[in-house]
Structures are given as C-alpha cells and as structure tokens.
C-alpha cells in the first residue's frame, strides 16, 4: 500500500507564489505518473498537472506558464511550484500517484490534501 502526504499549503497574497510538496511511501515497487488536483470551494476536483516518469508534463490552461510540476524518483516526491497567484487557486490541493507496489497491483493513490488560500 501507498500512503501520500502534501505539505506547503497556506495563506498567500495574490500575485505571491508557493511551493506544495507530496512524499510518497509504502511497499512502493514503482511509480508512473505522479498530478496534482485541486478542488475550489463549491466546484469539482480539476486537474492542475501531472508528470509521468519520464518527466514529461501536461499543465492545466487555467495554471500554465504560471505552474511547474517536478519530480524526484528517488525520493518518491513530487512539487508543485505555483506564481503569481490569483484568488481564483484557492482550492484543496491533492496529489495522486499511479503507483505499483511491491506486489505487483498497480492503483491510483490519493494524498488527503492541503488548502491554499489566495487572499488579500
């Protein structure tokens, strides 16, 4: 089993920036691709950006140019660096994993979140 933990989240003025984090652990075998969603208050869960194993990205238009997603396969981890914040971020923030563990079952895990709040 995975377990996924997000830090970083908290109060941020518009135009501010922050940097969430997301570790990873468990009878972790490997993990593909590794996302960040949100959930603004209200609305349904969105993607924000996912990074597969190799690196490569796909963004949100909502967040692009203004997000970067990164991973570190080693460590099991995975930021989210966000600029120029608009009031419109505010959401909770999750990551999930695609992962396989060390029995071979591959599913998709999810962290419990942490809020943003984009406020001046």
């Known amino acids: 089993q995975v377990q996924l933990v997000e830090s970083g989240g908290g109060l941020v003025q518009p135009g501010g920036s922050l940097r969430l984090s997301c570790a990873a652990s468990?009878?972790?075998?490997?993990?593909?691709?590794m996302g960040w969603y949100r959930q603004p208050p209200g609305k349904q869960r969105e993607l924000v950006a996912t990074?597969?194993?190799?690196?490569?990205?796909l963004y949100a238009d909502s967040v692009k140019g203004r997000a970067t997603i990164s991973r570190d396969n080693a460590k099991n981890t995975v930021d989210l660096q966000m600029n120029s914040l608009k009031p419109e971020d505010t959401a909770v923030y999750s990551c999930?994993?695609?992962?396989?563990?060390?029995?071979?079952?591959?599913?998709?895990?999810w962290g419990q979140g942490t809020q943003v709040t984009v406020s001046s």
């Open positions: 990074i597969d194993s190799s690196g490569r990205t």
């Open positions: 468990g009878s972790i075998f490997n993990i593909n691709a």
């Open positions: 999930n994993a695609d992962a396989t563990v060390t029995s071979r079952a591959r599913t998709i895990y």
